[in-house]
């Protein structure tokens, strides 16, 4: 039970460093306006979502965290770029981002228990 313990921590830690990773990128958006406490929350960021990523992947492969890492932070950071900043976006992009969270979750749920 304890190796199946261990995994949920670490992909809730993997999923928690990947919102991080959006956290970091809308910091970087606002910290190339010159908001300088955007600068602030960008490294607290950047430092929890590779923290969070380094002690997940003492758990799970490094192939599979990083990929599942940048998809959560693609697909959020595109979702926070088109409801927030009003970037557009095309029907085609929604469809392949939806198959980027279908390929994150696809990653978790065939990922074998340690």
């Known amino acids: 039970m304890k190796g199946l313990d261990a995994q949920w921590t670490a992909w809730a830690m993997l999923v928690c460093a990947g919102f991080f990773e959006v956290g970091f990128t809308t ?4 910290a190339s306006k010159g908001v300088w406490m ?3 929350l960008f490294v607290a960021c950047v430092i929890a979502s590779f923290t969070l990523l380094s002690e997940a992947t003492k758990t799970i492969p490094i192939g ?7 998809g959560i932070g693609a697909a959020g950071t595109l979702a926070v770029a088109t409801l ?8 085609l992009q929604i469809g392949c981002v939806l ?3 279908a390929a ?9 228990p340690a």
């Open 27 to 30: 910091a970087m958006k606002f």
């Open 104 to 112: 994150v979750a696809g990653l978790k749920f065939s990922s074998q």
């Open 38 to 40: 955007a600068q602030v």
């Open 84 to 91: 927030y900043f009003k970037e557009p976006i095309s029907p």
């Open 99 to 101: 198959m980027i969270i």
């Open 64 to 70: 599979i965290g990083y990929a599942v890492w940048t």
